[in-house]
């Protein structure tokens, strides 16, 4: 397959509602599979299609990088419950780069989407899955995480934040 290019905030096709994705179709199902190879080739855990340009309600989502065989395809997605428990967690966006913040989220939802093959499925998560699933539902109602959070900050590897005390000033060496 292939990578696209992905679409950064102050772009206004990530402020737009996204319409029906329809019938699965070869081409539709290009298009995901392309979204996968794009997200993974950016390190992300997900990926909407506005956010390569696409204005359709479908998004792909991989929330443990590491097993590379549950990829999730969600198309036409309706999340249909979400648990009254709520928790705090850090997010980044491939649309808001270099960047993190606190967004509090569900604890756990519910979701329908139609799969690959066209058939529609529900599913639960909870946890990090069900955070990285309301964060892509999110894109395809032209909603950032960057909306929603608190203490929106640079994102630093581990290395870098090595180099800072915990009041931000530099560390000595």
Known sequence: MATRNVVVEGDEVLRKHAKSAGPVTPHLREILEDMVDTMREENGVGLAAPQVGIMRRMFVAQPDPGD???????????????????????????????MIGDVERPVAIRIEATDLNGERHEFEFEGFEARVMQHEYDHLDGILYTDKCRNLRPAYSEDEEDEFEEDGTEAEE
């Open 68 to 98: 590379e065989a549950t990829v999730y395809y969600m198309i036409d997605p309706v999340i249909t419950y979400y648990s009254d428990e709520k928790e705090w967690g850090v997010e980044g966006c491939l649309s808001v780069p270099d």
